[in-house]
Nanobody, 125 residues
């Protein structure tokens, strides 16, 4: 079974930057798509971005306009880690951010998924 540990969140002033990291460990054969979701106060969780196992980033249409040019998703397969670089942060980016992985734990296993525990990002002066 996979475990995910997120780091890098916290309190930042508007216009500031943060880099979230999410590292996987455990019984892993291969990791597929890695992604980030967020849940803002009083709102439903929404997908923000994902990156394929080929390294192609995607930003979800519903949030793309708000994060375009400010957020960048990347991955380091050697470290089983996905990153979300966030810059020019705005108060509306305040949310709990969750990482999400698809993976297999053997050559013949079905595709599995795993969620991080969530990490708070607060943008406020």
């Amino acid at each position: 079974q996979m475990q995910l540990v997120e780091s890098g969140g916290g309190l930042v002033q508007p216009g500031g930057s943060l880099r979230l990291s999410c590292a996987a460990s455990g019984n892993i054969f291969k990791i597929g798509t890695m992604g980030w979701h967020r849940r803002a106060p009083g709102k439903q969780r929404e997908e923000v971005a994902f990156i394929t196992n080929g390294g192609t980033p995607h930003y979800i249409d519903s949030v793309a306009d708000s994060v375009k040019g400010r957020f960048a998703v990347s991955r380091d397969d050697a470290k089983n880690t996905v990153y979300l670089q966030m810059s020019s942060l705005k108060p509306e980016d305040t949310a709990v951010y969750y990482c999400h992985f698809y993976y297999t734990d053997s050559p013949t296993s079905l595709l599995r998924e795993c969620w991080g525990q969530g990490i708070q990002v607060t943008v406020s002066s």
